[in-house]
């Protein structure tokens, strides 16, 4: 039982290049979530999907894309990477109100 | 004005110090309250829920005062591996949970 895993866990890109992070989790849940967590920021949510099927926006989905895939896989895109969108990203599910997160993945965008 | 907001800290404490956070909210319908623990460089995990009544696990226990929309976590007799950040957060029913920016706990020798 692998919990969330995610890939890259590292990553550098250049402005204007896309690249898309994975998210699975083997616990069958409904929810999966991706966040962003910036120096003094804390946790944003960018976008989450109650179900298989179903995705909405959160609180700052501009320049991200996301696909849940299945019921395991939720992936997150960057069409056109900008600085701005350094950061770690976490994916995250959850049963009832107890999420589980991924280990990250650590993006740097220059 | 945040939602959810934190004394960043960081707060330094020596072992065996009893330490307190508190973590207030703004979102009056939010339903359900958590404090998660982050170590440095590493994922969330959820350290405790909070209930209306209180609740404790060991040496943490957690608060609710919703007249005052506050959580509180209080550790006793610190340990160093409790050396971490500290993350609450709030739910509300069809939103979804919405984090604080965390308050960096260092427990010295």
């Known amino acids: 039982n692998a919990g969330v895993t995610q890939t890259p866990k590292f990553q550098v890109l250049k402005t204007g290049q896309s690249m898309t992070l994975q998210c699975a989790q083997d616990?069958?849940?409904?929810?999966m979530y991706w966040y962003r967590q910036d120096p003094g920021m804390g946790l944003r949510l960018i976008y989450y999907?109650?179900?298989?099927?179903?995705?909405d926006k959160g609180e700052v989905p501009n320049g991200y894309n996301v696909s849940r895939l299945n019921k395991r896989e939720f992936s997150l895109r960057l069409e056109s990477a900008a600085p701005s969108q350094t950061s770690v990203y976490f994916c995250?599910?959850?049963?009832?109100?107890?999420?589980?997160f991924g280990p990250g993945t650590r993006l740097t965008v220059t | 004005r945040k939602e959810v907001e934190q004394d960043p800290g960081p707060f330094n404490v020596p072992e065996g110090a009893t330490v307190a956070f508190n973590c207030t909210y703004s979102?009056?319908?939010?339903?359900?309250f958590f404090w998660y623990r982050q170590d440095c460089r590493k994922e969330p995990k959820l350290l405790m829920s909070?209930?209306?009544s209180g609740n404790e696990d060991g040496r943490f226990t957690a608060q609710l005062n919703r007249a005052s929309q506050y959580i509180s976590l209080l550790i006793r007799d610190s340990k160093l591996s409790d050396s971490a950040t500290y993350l609450c957060a709030d739910h509300n029913y069809g939103q979804n949970f919405v984090f604080g920016p965390g308050t960096r706990l260092s427990v010295l020798p």
């Open positions: 999907s109650a179900s298989e099927g179903t995705t």
């Open positions: 979102n009056s319908a939010s339903q359900s």
């Open positions: 616990m069958n849940h409904n929810s």
């Open positions: 909070v209930y209306s």
């Open positions: 995250a599910s959850s049963v009832r109100y107890e999420q589980y």
